[in-house]
């Protein structure tokens, strides 16, 4: 009895030495503040004095009236569906070109991908300059073309715009690559038997490739869409939320309420609106997962 | 004067005419040879016309950031839409490296990331050889745990971290950074997906030999699956040199800054007037050419990593 006893105990030991190392900063600093910022999302804490009162759901129904918020929420959808779009479909282009070996595919992809390995916030700076109204490469080159300069970043339409611009840039290599392992997946002899069929390029693509990879495209709409919602380097350089909040997205809206304002309370309550949607998104995708085939 | 004007355009419109036969004959000749040779040199030659097209639009940003960096700033003021500088000018990087401590900040990003990416790989090894290869009770509960933080946002976790970080008198400090990044669910996640594909019969021999847990992770799983192992350290590496907005939140003191987070306080100083661009793409240039030659090194890796074994279930 003692033996089997001890047995079970080092092999809880075991499992334990190999499971703590990851568990005790996962809980430090993932599980317990997610728990902590519920509570806190209830109280109305400002970081500096240590009183602070329970306020129940005052900060979420604060939220319905916050015309900040609303901006915010609205601006969130607009900049991920602005980004996700795009990205998935030059994703899929890029992809398509690209999924077979030929002489310099592999250098095509290393460059399409390459701004992804690169700090957002040197990049945002370099497209900063890009932007300028004064002497920005891109009002310069309107000019020659005879129009107007645009006030690329101080106008509010425009500077979305243009952090979706850096956006899109940056992810679409990303998105690309997991296109090109879902089209080399499709197995050679669905095609052959079109051929065989006499289906032309375009049918083909729309009745076997699209089907066969709408898997994967759904994950990567999901994917950027998550990615796109908890941007904030570029959104920090370019615009920094502005003008008058017009570029300002959740997450922005929780970094200057909690680390501006130190209003704790509602930027609790924002990052749990965050995590709502993208938890979600995330449900939603393993959903789908779960009855779609992966190719 | 008039007379002499008149056969020029004459000319150009017969040279037209003449060219235009030539493409209809090459029509013509391309419609008798269908789906033949012609046909595909075309298609070909178009998706490389547009390959070439987008391929130079990505890496443009990078061109002008470089040729920004050597032109004097008085040169981007009086001609602008040039492209390469008059003369190239290394002077803007001594600038920058005089003006902010940029090769400091590059050791910062440098240290915090290699220590952050050891202790990844190490803890979601050991974490992910756990789940799959031991077996005990709520396995799979901690497997949904660890994915469920999947989809929790920095932001949830960053008011309490901060705050748990102030109470160990950590904030301000690179060790604050690395053991508040130390849990990655993508290293676990992904690990997780490549020790699956470990055969049994192996480890079961090993057992049978004897072999501790630790020694068969150590000597027979890893050994299998380097190439997975480069992926993840590239791309935890990666990830964490370029991390900006929790350091920022973080770090105060200029000395103890990441590249990212320097670099913006560099760009903020000189940037405010547009009037320094020079030694602002030089200070960019500086915080992107590691990177970039990283990339240019290991680009297999990153590249195959990525489509083979990616974030997919």
New interface residues.
């Given amino acids: 009895m003692m033996k089997i006893n001890s047995h079970t105990l080092s092999e809880k030991l075991k499992v334990l030495l190999f499971i703590a190392p990851l568990l005790i900063p996962l809980l430090t600093f993932w599980i317990v503040p997610f728990g902590w910022s519920v509570y806190i999302s209830f109280t109305d804490w400002d970081y500096i004095s240590p009183e602070y009162s329970y306020v129940g759901f005052e900060n979420y129904q604060y939220m319905l009236e916050d015309s900040q918020f609303l901006q915010a929420l609205n601006n969130t959808f607009v900049f991920a569906l602005g980004v996700v779009i795009p990205t998935v479909m030059l994703g899929l282009a890029f992809a398509l070109l690209l999924h077979k070996n030929f002489r310099g595919s592999q250098l095509y992809r290393a460059v399409i991908f390459s701004p992804w390995i690169t700090p957002t916030v040197a990049v945002s700076i370099v497209w900063s300059w890009v932007f300028e109204t004064k002497s920005g490469l891109a009002n310069l080159l309107l000019g020659k073309i005879g129009f107007a300069p645009i006030p690329w970043l101080e106008s509010g339409d425009t500077a979305m715009i243009v952090v979706m611009i850096v956006t899109i840039w940056q992810g679409v290599g990303w998105t690309m690559l997991f296109f090109i392992s879902a089209l080399n997946k499709i197995p050679e002899s669905l095609y052959e038997a079109s051929l065989i069929d006499g289906c032309s390029p375009l049918t083909r693509f729309i009745k076997i490739t699209l089907p066969l990879i709408s898997p994967t495209t759904f994950f990567l709409v999901i994917v950027n869409m998550i990615t796109a919602i908890q941007a904030f380097d570029q959104f920090q350089i370019l615009t920094q939320g502005g003008p008058s909040g017009s570029t300002r997205t959740l997450l922005y809206l929780f970094y200057q309420q909690a680390f501006e304002l130190y209003d704790m309370g509602p930027a609790a309550a924002t990052s749990l609106i965050i995590l709502l949607i993208t938890g979600v998104l995330t449900l939603i995708n393993t959903e789908m997962g779960k009855r779609w085939i992966y190719y | 004067m008039t007379t002499q004007t008149i056969p020029l355009p004459r000319a150009m419109q017969q040279d037209e005419k003449s060219t235009l036969t030539v493409l209809l004959a090459l029509f013509k000749q391309r419609k008798t040879v269908t789906n033949g040779v012609s046909k595909s040199i075309f298609s070909k030659s178009l998706?490389?016309v547009?390959?070439i097209f987008?391929?130079l639009i990505?890496?443009f940003?990078?061109v002008?950031?470089l040729m920004?960096s050597m032109k004097s700033n008085d040169e981007?003021?009086s001609n602008?839409?040039n492209l390469f500088p008059e003369q190239f000018r290394w002077e803007s990087f001594i600038e920058a490296f005089n003006s902010a401590p940029f090769g400091l900040y590059i050791m910062n990003s440098f240290t915090v990331a290699l220590f952050t990416t050891l202790?990844v790989i190490?803890?979601?090894a050991?974490?992910a050889?756990?789940?799959t290869q031991?077996k005990?009770r709520s396995q799979t509960l901690?497997y949904f745990?660890?994915m469920a933080?999947?989809?929790?946002?920095?932001?949830?976790?960053?008011?309490?971290?901060y705050?748990?970080l102030a109470n160990l008198g950590l904030l301000d400090s690179h060790t604050g950074l690395v053991?508040?990044?130390?849990?990655s669910?993508f290293g676990?996640f992904y690990l997780r997906q490549v020790f699956l594909k470990v055969h049994p019969s192996l480890i079961e021999a090993a057992r049978i030999d004897g072999a501790g847990?630790v020694k068969i992770l150590w000597a027979i799983v890893l050994p299998q699956c380097k190439a997975a192992l480069a992926t993840l350290f590239l791309i935890t590496f990666?990830t964490n040199?370029?991390s900006?907005?929790w350091p920022?939140?973080l770090i105060t003191s200029q000395d103890l800054n990441l590249?990212?987070?320097g670099?913006?306080q560099f760009?903020i100083a000189e940037?405010n007037y547009?009037l320094n661009?020079s030694q602002?793409?030089a200070?960019?240039s500086i915080?992107?050419l590691p990177?970039?030659t990283?990339?240019?090194i290991f680009?297999?890796t990153?590249?195959s990593g990525?489509?083979?074994n990616?974030?997919?279930?």
């Fill in positions: 998706k490389h547009f390959l987008s391929g990505m890496v940003p990078f002008w950031m920004g981007i003021f602008p839409m202790i190490v803890n979601s050991m974490f050889y756990a789940i031991l005990f901690l745990v660890v933080c999947y989809m929790l946002p920095g932001a949830v976790t960053y008011i309490p971290s705050i748990t053991i508040s990044n130390a849990a669910v676990v847990e990666i040199y370029n900006y907005m920022s939140l590249i990212a987070t670099i913006r760009f940037g547009g661009w602002i793409m200070a960019s915080a992107v990177l970039l990283l990339f240019i680009q297999k990153i590249l990525i489509a083979d990616g974030v997919k279930e």
